[in-house]
């Protein structure tokens, strides 16, 4: 079944999981952030080790669809930054930066190609 956001949002998510692929196990849902006035989180669960268990992706269900993908592909960016680099101090940091850059191309890759 499609989310939310439909087909359009569901296909960015698994082009996501195939040309940005995590080894953590990654839940993406779209909930009612109002309250918490956010676009999205991501949530890094750790092991009793420190080690990352799994991530999940909030995005809140009341924006437009490309605000949406946007805030997908922020937030897929910091899964990204915290597996390879680590929980960061700084949220954006530069290594953070390079992430949602190769997730920008992901996206803009699939846009130029023609629908199927
Ligand atoms: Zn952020």
């Given at each position: 079944?499609?989310?939310?956001?439909g087909?359009?949002?569901?296909r960015?998510?698994?082009?996501?999981?195939?040309?940005?692929?995590?080894k953590?196990?990654?839940?993406?849902?779209?909930?009612?952030?109002?309250?918490?006035?956010?676009?999205?989180?991501?949530?890094?669960?750790?092991?009793?080790?420190?080690?990352?268990?799994h991530?999940?992706i909030?995005v809140?269900?009341?924006?437009?669809?490309?605000t949406?993908?946007?805030?997908?592909?922020?937030?897929?960016?910091?899964?990204?930054?915290?597996?390879?680099?680590?929980?960061?101090?700084?949220?954006h940091?530069?290594?953070?930066?390079?992430?949602?850059?190769?997730?920008?191309?992901?996206y803009?890759?699939?846009?130029?190609?023609?629908?199927?």
């Amino acid at each position: 079944m499609a989310s939310r956001y439909g087909k359009k949002f569901d296909r960015v998510l698994r082009q996501l999981r195939k040309e940005c692929p995590l080894k953590t196990p990654m839940k993406v849902l779209t909930k009612d952030l109002g309250k918490e006035k956010l676009c999205g989180c991501c949530y890094a669960y750790l092991k009793p080790n420190g080690k990352i268990d799994h991530f999940v992706i909030e995005v809140d269900r009341n924006m437009g669809l490309l605000t949406a993908v946007d805030t997908l592909l922020h937030e897929w960016a910091h899964a990204m930054d915290k597996e390879a680099n680590g929980i960061p101090v700084e949220p954006h940091r530069n290594t953070w930066g390079e992430m949602y850059a190769r997730v920008w191309r992901v996206y803009t890759n699939m846009a130029s190609d023609p629908m199927p």
